[in-house]
Nanobody, 128 residues
């Protein structure tokens, strides 16, 4: 069974850091580009970052660029999202998703329809 599982969410104070993990089971994550999305209560889902299959290309939305870093370790079948300088507006459920076809074009990687497999999400709450 193909499955993506996010972990690492939690409660953190403004200015703090968290590292999310996205682990794959049932398939080889290295064959897929991975995207991170988030959805805050009452808001649309937002694409925030994505990484190519090899990890040599990474992209970010303007809302997280310079604060978040995406990386992957294909030997561990895992992708990471390091989140620094967290703000209350970063509060959301964070999802990872896998896509076999990928492009660094913003119109492409930000489109949720590109991704074939999705995790269940992990809650991130930034609050004092």
């Amino acid at each position: 069974q193909l499955q993506l599982v996010e972990s690492g969410g939690g409660l953190v104070q403004p200015g703090g850091s968290l590292r999310l993990s996205c682990a794959a089971s049932g398939f080889t994550l290295g064959n897929y580009a991975i995207g991170w999305f988030r959805q805050a209560p009452g808001k649309d889902r937002e694409a925030i970052s994505s990484i190519s299959t090899s990890g040599d290309t990474t992209v970010y939305s303007g809302s997280v660029k310079g604060r978040f870093t995406i990386s992957r370790d294909n030997t561990k079948n895992t992708v990471y999202l390091q989140m620094n300088s967290l703000k209350p507006e970063d509060t959301a459920v964070y999802y990872c998703a896998a896509a076999r076809l990928w492009s660094a074009s913003q119109d492409f990687w930000m489109d949720g329809r590109v991704y074939e497999h999705w995790g269940q999400g992990t809650q991130v709450t930034v609050s004092a």
